[in-house]
């Protein structure tokens, strides 16, 4: 499939191995599980973050290579089970962030063309995914714009 931005062709990845359970070397109790990804929630840690640390620390010692495998939920459904779901979704943060550097960039720098080309690209993906979360995660009345995007990452 091609990139969304240019007329090149992306690069293919590998795949994710197809597992229908857990490994049994994995023998971590689903609430424990839980319990975990709340409280790395609390520290301030995204879903992606969270996966990882369960991945690489784990619970009680033991890796969890999978929540989903594991548990049977996503990382963000038992966030959203516990209320501890953040504000804005992950991707579309991330973006924002992006765009709020390169938009301080160009103010200091207005003849970077390159740059300026990026940011177009970043707040055109932010609108597109603004428009995919309206209603659902976000209010049907939002719209992306730098100040707001500014206001939204200080919180």
Same mark, same amino acid.
């Given at each position: 499939?091609? =990139?969304?931005?240019?007329?090149? =062709?992306?690069?293919?990845?590998?795949?994710?191995?197809?597992?229908?359970?857990? /490994?049994?070397?994995?023998?971590?109790?689903?609430?424990?599980?839980?319990?975990?990804?709340?409280?790395?929630?609390?520290?301030?840690?995204?879903?992606?973050?969270?996966?990882?640390?369960?991945?690489?620390?784990?619970?009680?010692?033991?890796?969890? /290579?999978?929540?989903?495998?594991?548990?049977?939920?996503?990382?963000?459904?038992?966030?959203?089970?516990?209320?501890?779901?953040?504000?804005? /979704?992950?991707?579309l943060r991330?973006?924002?962030?992006?765009?709020? =550097?390169?938009?301080?960039?160009?103010?200091?720098?207005?003849?970077?063309?390159?740059?300026?080309?990026?940011?177009q690209n970043?707040?055109?993906?932010? =609108?597109?995914?603004?428009?995919?979360?309206?209603?659902?995660?976000?209010?049907?009345?939002?719209?992306?714009?730098?100040?707001?995007?500014?206001?939204?990452?200080?919180?």
């Amino acid at each position: 499939m091609a =990139r969304m931005h240019t007329r090149r =062709r992306g690069s293919s990845g590998s795949d994710k191995p197809v597992a229908d359970e857990a /490994p049994e070397w994995s023998d971590v109790d689903a609430e424990d599980i839980e319990a975990r990804v709340v409280e790395l929630a609390e520290q301030g840690k995204d879903p992606s973050q969270i996966g990882l640390s369960l991945r690489d620390e784990g619970v009680k010692g033991v890796p969890v /290579p999978d929540v989903k495998l594991a548990t049977g939920k996503k990382v963000t459904t038992i966030l959203e089970e516990n209320d501890a779901s953040p504000e804005l /979704p992950e991707d579309l943060r991330n973006l924002m962030e992006r765009a709020v =550097r390169l938009r301080e960039h160009m103010e200091e720098n207005q003849q970077d063309k390159s740059n300026r080309r990026a940011l177009q690209n970043t707040e055109s993906k932010i =609108r597109r995914l603004v428009s995919y979360y309206r209603g659902d995660k976000l209010d049907d009345d939002f719209t992306y714009n730098y100040d707001v995007a500014v206001e939204l990452l200080e919180k």
